[in-house]
């Protein structure tokens, strides 16, 4: 389950009420203090809460066992799918809108979790994440059917995720999404200040 006290939030209760909700889910090995780092960069009217991983890993924590990089099981990934999704039924009614973010592993969960409810996102930023293999049911028709909207972002000299899948992602992104990709030279997997910026100017526009 998503442990509740130890979601970091830029606003306190009282300042949260009717504004958008942006959620960051960090990348595995790292943990819910991570993506603060990038809030000064981002549009202040969204209040961020920044979720940690559910299962241990190291000295952080991980959305779901990692399997074959870019390619984990897809089971996994639903189960913790559906628990993220039961925290932001818990807080959604507070905000006008709500808008995913994620780096890595993170950035799979903000692709999964649209997929599970593509009508319920502003959209959904992917930094140096994949869109996860294996679905077999329909859910990417109604993605489809949606077209919502998409940043993905990834650097050219990334080491940590396949090739295979981040061409994976591009190609579900442009076939069921409004797809913004963006890809930066020199960049191993980190997010850099040029690729912030494009985020910022993508959230902006929402």
Do not use: K
């Not at 559910?54 to 870019?70: I, V």
């Not at 189960?79 to 780096?103: N, Q, Y």
């Not at 992602?169 to 910026?197: C, F, I, K, M």
């Amino acid at each position: 389950m998503i442990d509740r006290d130890a979601v970091q939030w830029t606003r306190s209760p009282s300042e949260r009420v009717g504004t958008p909700l942006l959620v960051a889910m960090h990348g595995v090995g790292s943990d819910e203090r991570d993506l603060l780092g990038l809030a000064p960069a981002l549009p202040p009217e969204w209040t961020i809460a920044s979720l940690r991983a559910p299962m241990p890993w190291g000295q952080g924590f991980s959305w779901y066992p990692l399997g074959t990089p870019g390619s984990p099981a897809i089971e996994d990934v639903d189960r913790t799918t559906a628990e993220v999704l039961a925290w932001i039924d818990s807080v959604s009614a507070d905000h006008s809108t709500v808008g995913l973010l994620g780096f890595s592993q993170g950035g799979s969960m903000a692709l999964q979790l649209l997929r599970a409810r593509p009508s319920a996102f502003a959209f959904a930023v992917s930094l140096s994440g994949f869109v996860v293999p294996g679905v077999r049911d329909g859910r990417d028709d109604q993605v489809a059917a949606v077209r919502p909207r998409v940043f993905l972002g990834h650097g050219d000299l990334d080491p940590v995720i396949p090739a295979e899948a981040t061409a994976r992602t591009q190609a579900w992104a442009a076939a069921n999404t409004d797809v913004t990709d963006r890809e930066y030279a020199g960049l191993p997997h980190a997010v850099s200040a040029a690729e912030l910026a494009d985020v910022a100017a993508f959230i902006a526009a929402s």
